[in-house]
C-alpha cells in the first residue's frame, strides 16, 4: 500500500457530464500530480500542486481542472466530458516539491468510463 | 527533443532465466532516469533511479538497473526472472527545463512463463 488513496476507484459517466476525481496524499507529503493512463496515449503528466499552490502543467485540457486544498488533499474536476475522457486517472505524491531526485508514490488510480 | 523510449512492448521470458527491459533516452544535460513496475490493477510501484554515481543501481526485488551514457540507455535487468515479476514497466526521465516532473516511456509488458 502506497498511502495514497484515489476516490472513486471506478466512475461511469455520460458524454458532456462533469466529475470530480478525489486524492489524498500520504501523511506528510506536500506535492501531489495528476496522471492519466490511456492505451493510445500511455502515461501523461497533467499537472502538480505543491502545498496547495500549482507547480507544474503538463498535457492538460482546458476542460480539465485541479485544485489542492490546506489538509493538502486535491481534486481532479473534468467536464464536458467526451468519448475520449475515458482512462485511468492516477494520483501521486512525494514529499518534497518535486527535486529531480524524488519518488513518486501512486495511488490505484480512477477508472473513468465515458459513454 | 527530449524523450524517453522504451522499444520493446511485450518481453516474455522463462522463470528462472535473466531479463532484461531496454530503455534509452535523449536529454539535456545529466539525466535522471527511473525505473516504475505496474501490476495489474494496482498503481506505479517506484523500483529504482539512476541520479550520478555508480553505473549499475541496485533497486527493489532484485532488480538493478545499468546506466550507460554513450549508448544513452538506462535498461534495467534481474539475474533470474520470477513468474511474479509479470507486469508492466516503466521507464522515466526526469526532462530538463521541464519544471520537474516525470516523463514516462511506453512500458514494456513482462511475462515471466513458468
Known amino acids: 500500500d502506497s498511502g495514497v488513496t484515489q476516490t472513486p476507484k471506478h466512475l461511469i459517466t455520460a458524454t458532456g457530464q462533469r466529475v470530480t476525481l478525489r486524492c489524498s496524499p500520504r501523511?506528510?507529503?506536500?506535492?501531489v500530480y495528476w496522471y492519466q493512463q490511456s492505451l493510445d496515449q500511455g502515461l501523461q503528466f497533467l499537472i502538480q500542486?505543491?502545498?496547495?499552490?500549482?507547480?507544474a502543467k503538463g498535457n492538460i485540457l482546458e476542460r480539465f481542472s485541479a485544485q489542492q486544498f490546506p489538509d493538502l488533499h486535491s481534486e481532479l474536476n473534468l467536464s464536458s466530458l467526451e468519448l475520449g475522457d475515458s482512462a485511468l486517472y492516477f494520483c501521486?505524491?512525494?514529499?518534497?516539491?518535486?527535486?529531480?531526485?524524488?519518488?513518486?508514490?501512486f495511488g490505484s488510480g480512477t477508472q473513468l468510463s465515458v459513454l | 527533443a527530449q524523450s524517453v523510449a522504451q522499444p520493446e512492448d511485450q518481453v516474455n521470458v522463462a522463470e528462472g532465466n535473466p531479463l532484461t527491459v531496454k530503455c534509452t533516452y535523449s536529454?539535456?544535460?545529466?539525466?535522471?532516469l527511473f525505473w516504475y513496475v505496474q501490476y495489474p490493477n494496482r498503481g506505479l510501484q517506484f523500483l529504482l533511479k539512476?541520479?550520478?554515481?555508480?553505473?549499475l543501481v541496485k533497486g527493489s526485488y532484485g532488480f538493478e538497473a545499468e546506466f550507460n551514457k554513450s549508448q544513452t540507455s538506462f535498461h534495467l535487468k534481474k539475474p533470474s526472472a520470477l513468474v511474479s515479476d509479470s507486469a508492466l514497466y516503466f521507464c522515466?526521465?526526469?526532462?530538463?527545463?521541464?519544471?520537474?516532473?516525470?516523463?514516462f516511456g511506453s512500458g514494456t509488458q513482462l511475462t515471466v512463463l513458468p
Open positions: 501521486a505524491s512525494s514529499l518534497g516539491g518535486g527535486t529531480k531526485n524524488e519518488k513518486l508514490f
Open positions: 501523511s506528510g507529503d506536500l506535492s
Open positions: 500542486y505543491y502545498n496547495g499552490e500549482e507547480r
Open positions: 536529454v539535456s544535460g545529466n539525466p535522471y
Open positions: 539512476y541520479i550520478t554515481g555508480d553505473n
Open positions: 522515466a526521465v526526469v526532462l530538463s527545463g521541464s519544471a520537474r516532473q516525470l516523463t
